[in-house]
Structure formats: structure tokens, C-alpha cells
């Protein structure tokens, strides 16, 4: 069945950086699109950035673009989001989440952007 780990996130000043990663298994990595989303406290899921499965595709919300860059590793099952310049608003849980399945979600991994 499909896992998703997520990790990468952190504390992080307003400016800063982070990348986080999301392991998979379960499935055919390289057949599916991926997703990033975030859910910031009290609000909904969103999504932050997609790749297709070979990653000559990518799309991402107007809240990061320019900012992040989602890509993706299909030798080691993993797909990636740096971000750059965090600002508060960027504070959130953030999800992977893949074609294959898109009922599944993981954990997460928590980005608080703070001074």
C-alpha cells in the first residue's frame, strides 16, 4: 500500500530556507504525478506545488511561486520542496501526496516560520 514520510521542516526565520522531503513506497514511484500541500492552523488543505512523474512538469500556487521549487528523485522514491524567502504565511503542516492514491495522507511535517 502507499506510504508517505514527510520531513525537512522545522523553526525557521522570516528569509530563510528550508527543503523538505517526502519518501514513498508501496507503489510505482515513477508512474505518478506528486503533490505538495499545506494546512496552516484553522484553515483548509492546500496545495503548494505539483510534478509530474518524470518532472518536465511542474505547477505551483501563487503564494509560492518564485519562492519554491518542487522536484523530485524517482532513483530514491523521493520528492523534494525547497523553499526560499519563508514568510509567516508559510507557516503550516505540509503533505505529500500522490496520484496513485490521493485518499492517503501522512503525517506531515510542520514548518513554523517565526522571528
Known amino acids: 500500500q502507499v506510504v508517505l514520510v514527510e520531513s525537512g521542516g522545522g523553526l525557521v526565520q522570516p528569509g530563510g530556507s528550508l527543503r523538505l522531503s517526502c519518501a514513498a513506497s508501496g507503489f510505482s514511484f515513477s508512474s505518478y504525478r506528486m503533490m505538495w500541500y499545506r494546512q496552516a492552523p484553522g484553515k483548509g488543505r492546500e496545495l503548494v506545488a505539483e510534478?509530474?512523474?518524470?518532472?518536465?512538469?511542474?505547477n505551483y500556487a501563487d503564494s509560492v511561486k518564485g519562492r519554491c521549487t518542487i522536484s523530485r528523485d524517482n532513483t530514491k522514491r523521493t520528492v523534494y520542496l525547497q523553499m526560499n524567502d519563508l514568510k509567516s504565511d508559510d507557516t503550516a503542516t505540509y503533505y505529500c501526496?500522490?496520484?496513485?492514491?490521493?485518499?492517503?495522507w501522512g503525517n506531515g511535517t510542520l514548518v513554523t516560520v517565526s522571528p
Open positions: 501526496n500522490t496520484a496513485r492514491d490521493r485518499t492517503y
Open positions: 510534478i509530474s512523474n518524470f518532472g518536465r512538469i511542474t
